[in-house]
Structures are given as C-alpha cells and as structure tokens.
C-alpha cells in the first residue's frame, strides 16, 4: 500500500453502525507502547476487556492501565451525554477522550475506537475526529438457534464479542427445538441424555438432496456453568441474554425423553429433519406445567435478563383436537376453540413468570386467541403482528423474516451454498424500517427495537454461520443503532469495504457478497 492509498483509508474509515454525528479533522494521534489509559473512578475495567485484547493482537503491546492523566482517558458523565448508551469520542494528536452516559456509553466508545484504529508500516494511529453518539433503539437484537446446529461455547463467546462490536445489546438465545434440546436441566436428566442429541446428522447440505444422513448421532448440550460464564462474558460486553425456552410447539426432542407430555404419550424421537411437527405440549395434561415450571425454576436463576422467551410459533392444533384431556380443558376453562386453548397455555406460563419478576416474549402466533396481559410480541411472520400489539398497547419487537432473516439466501449467485427459502440480500437487511406508517406517533414507542434471525438448518459449523450472517449482520446493527435520516446505503457499503480488513483480523468468515458495491 503506499502512503497516498494508506492516508485515504484512514480518512474513509468508518464506524458501523454509523454514529449520530461525526466531525474528521486531520490530526492524527498515534499509539506507542507508552501509551497508558485513565479510568474515572467507578467504570467497570471490564469495558477494557475486549478493546486491549484486539489492540494487542494488532500491535503486539498492550496498554497499561495508569493513574495519572494519560493520554487515552475514559469517563462518565452523564449531563455532557444525555442519551442512555451514548459517548463522545473525541481524538485530537495528543489525546483520546471517552466521555459515556453510562458503562455501556463508555464501551460502545471503546467499540468505535476499535474500528477507526489504523495499522499500517508497524504504527497503530486514529484520525482526528469527534463522535456523538446514541443508539436509536433501546432493543437492538439477535437470535442464534442453537438446536438445528449447536455451537460450542467458545464459537458463542466470538459471536458475542462480535455482537458487542457492532453495538447490539441482545443475545435471543433459542435454546430448545425438536432437533435438540441444549440447557442442562438437572431435574430433568433425560433431556440431557436423549433430547440433547438425535439419532441421525444430517449431511448433504447440497441443493439436490437437503436431507441425506450419515448415520451418526448429533447433538450436544451446554451445562449451567457455562450458562453461567456465557451469561456474564456477555454482560461484561453489555449484552442481556434473553434464552427461549419453546412451548407448546417445538417440542419433539423433549416429548422423546418425557413422553407422558404429548398428547398421544408417544414413543417420539428427537427430530431428524426439519419443519414443524405435529406432536407438541399437551395443554390438557397438568404434568406439561409442572415440567415447564420446574425447568423454568432452574432457567431463571441462570438469566437475569428481564424477558423469557417462550416460543409460541408454529404449534399445530392437530393433536389437542383428538386428545380427550385437551377437550376437557377446553370445557372447563370455557374457551371457545384450540387456539384459545394456546392462549390459555401462554397465559398460565405468563403468569407463572410473572410470579417470578419476569415478563414473556413470544412470537406473534401469541396473538392467537387474544394475547396474555404483560406480553411482548416478536413479530417474524410479517409487520402486522407487531403493529397490531403496538396497537393493543404491548411492546413488540420487529423481526420480519422477509427484511430480517438472515438464514435466508444473501445472493442468486448458483454458487450460494443452500440456505433458508427467502432471499434477504444486504440491501434488503439495510432498508428495512421498524416503524411503519400504520403506526401513529403514541403507538411508535411501543416497538422496542428489532432483530435479525439466525435459523441454523443449514449452518452447520461455526465458519458456515458465519459466512451466511456477515455482512448482513452489520446491516442489522446500523437499523437498530443508527437514526433513520442518517442511514445511507451508498455510504454503508463504503464503510463495510473498510470494515473487511478489521473482520478479517478478528477471524470471521464474512461472505464477500459485495455485488452491489458499484464503485
Ligand atoms: C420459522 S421464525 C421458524 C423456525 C424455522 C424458520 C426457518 C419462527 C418463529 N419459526 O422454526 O427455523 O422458520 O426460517
């Protein structure tokens, strides 16, 4: 690179997502190994974790943590930044200031620096600049199934550093499916023993044959103490985890270990494909709350988060017609049909939560039947879900599958290797709006953010999930974080073309999906 090509890169380099406000100067602050930190009284070292560990790598020394005024300084002050999860960076030739609303401020600071650092010819150095920054929503999410393909807890500690670096501060954990059920629940040992794990892996991820087995069981489960450590890696990195434990659909892999649960009392067996399944909670049966309850009991203490997920999707009613139990709840309760009998079944766990300081989150087949009375939809199968909640005056958490899902098809290239039936290219990611127009001033605040998912049907390892969810990933942190005039696509693309080297350091196997990029 010459010095020309290396002085435009430091003045094109960009933060994603794309700050509030941002003013370049063309003072430049270089690092050296005698570079220290000052930290106000009160932040949280931990902020540092993430930051002095990808310095190091970058420039082989650390920076030393010292008492005295140095010449990178953090602190809070939150009448100079009046936005919660706000900062202003400001960088001249001497010095590197981060003044937060909070820790998190401070942090996602930290997180900018990150990216605007520039190594090049051994020197590490950052652009004048002063950024003022505020996230736009409060919920900036992302999912991760972790039942159709599990990953290991060091893969879930990198995708959550690269959530805290993009600035997203949920981790929607889905933790149980029919493929797999993946929290230890000591209660309960057979989800570890047979749930965690199905008969077959299904290989031949081709195109032509989606559904070919090797043979091999699969499967794998995380224990509480690594919950645990997950749970706080993330909150060190600002990142509540909210896991989702699915009812009543979904449900297969535990119905095979405790078959007095479904309506027909089985045998089942632990999904080998995927779709949705007939066989799920029996709604009838007062052991499914029991079960649900005492697994809930040992989930709780594991998640502070204020949410639980609890699933609610694609439950079909094809067993609770036929089951002589759900029937006779259905008259005892006086519900009209099936799918009050969901909404009942909602409305019990809710208030169970509820009893326990917590509130639900459901996806928007919650709405079935009328919706239970503190619950939050997370609409995928379309925006009304989550316009018809705000509407109801319920919170609601946008995450379309049509704008937002990430397991879909990112390119028609024919080499695009298989992936979910929708077609969700970046540019689609990155113009989706969360507010519709539907939504009058008052019902706006009731959409707390959005949220991207990450079905992993076809993300079999670490490196393949990825490959589908970079760069798209960044397009979802830059709806949730980044006022809606500020966005920019043209610009986006041009900051993500400097983002790449940055991803590449980290490791990450980002698609080069980069058609669009025209210049
Ligand atoms: C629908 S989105 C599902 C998932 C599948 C996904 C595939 C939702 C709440 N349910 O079970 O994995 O489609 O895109």
Redesign the pocket.
């Known amino acids: 690179m010459t010095v020309n090509q290396a002085s435009a890169q430091v003045k094109e380099q960009g933060v994603i997502p794309k700050p509030f406000k941002v003013q370049k100067t063309n003072a430049v602050f270089s690092f050296t190994p005698s570079t220290g930190i000052t930290l106000q009284a009160g932040i949280d070292t931990a902020n540092l974790t993430f930051f002095n560990r990808y310095f190091h790598s970058l420039a082989g020394y650390g920076l030393p943590i010292i008492k005295t005024a140095a010449s990178i300084t953090l602190n809070i002050d939150s009448t100079k930044v009046p936005q919660p999860e706000g900062y202003i960076l400001s960088v001249t030739s001497k010095q590197v200031s981060i003044t937060g609303h909070d820790q998190a401020g401070v942090f996602y600071g930290l997180q900018s620096l990150i990216q605007l650092l520039h190594p090049s010819n051994g020197k590490i150095t950052v652009q004048g600049c002063t950024i003022e920054d505020h996230p736009r929503f409060a919920y900036r999410g992302m999912h991760l199934?972790v039942s159709?393909h599990f990953f290991k807890v060091d893969a879930i500690k990198k995708w959550i550093d690269l959530l805290a670096l993009y600035k997203i501060n949920t981790f929607h954990w889905h933790l149980t499916?029919d493929q797999g059920w993946r929290i230890e629940i000591k209660k309960y040992p057979l989800l570890q023993s047979i749930s965690a794990y199905r008969d077959e892996t299904i290989i031949g991820h081709k195109k032509d044959s989606p559904h070919r087995f090797d043979g091999k069981r699969y499967g794998g489960y995380y224990t509480q103490d690594e919950v645990k450590a997950v749970v706080k890696y993330a909150m060190d990195r600002h990142i509540s985890i909210i896991p989702e434990i699915e009812m009543p659909g979904?449900a297969l892999a535990a119905l095979a270990a405790y078959p007095q649960l479904g309506c027909t009392g089985g045998p089942y067996k632990t999904a080998t494909f995927w779709g949705i399944f007939d066989d799920v909670y029996c709604a009838g049966n007062e052991e499914t709350f029991t079960f649900l309850q005492n697994v809930l009991d040992e989930v709780l203490p594991l998640f502070p988060s204020k949410y639980i997920h609890i699933g609610g999707?694609?439950c079909p009613k094809t067993k609770w017609k036929t089951c002589a139990k759900c029937q006779q709840r259905i008259k005892d309760e006086h519900l009209k049909d099936e799918h009050e009998l969901q909404s009942y079944f909602i409305g019990r766990m809710e208030k169970y939560l509820n009893s326990k300081g917590r509130q639900i989150i459901g996806?928007d087949e919650i709405l079935e039947g009328g919706l239970t009375p503190g619950a939050t939809v997370m609409s995928?199968t379309g925006e009304e879900g989550g316009i018809a909640a705000a509407k109801q005056h319920h919170d609601a958490i946008m995450t379309p599958?049509k704008y937002v899902?990430l397991?879909y098809y990112q390119s028609l290239y024919p080499s695009e290797p298989l992936a979910?039936g929708g077609y969700t290219p970046l540019s689609k990611v990155y113009n989706y709006e969360p507010i519709t127009p539907e939504l009058g001033g008052d019902e706006a605040k009731y959409i707390k953010g959005v949220q991207a998912?990450a079905?992993s049907?076809y993300m079999d390892s670490p490196g393949v999930a990825e490959r589908q969810l970079f760069p798209r990933m960044l397009a979802l942190a830059e709806i949730a974080w980044t006022d809606k005039e500020s966005k920019d696509y043209a610009g986006f693309l041009k900051r993500l073309r400097y983002e790449q080297p940055l991803l590449k350091r980290l490791n990450v196997n980002a698609a080069d999906v980069f058609d669009e990029i025209t210049d």
């Open positions: 199934d159709r499916d979904h999707d694609e996806w995928w599958e899902y397991d979910g998912n079905w049907e």
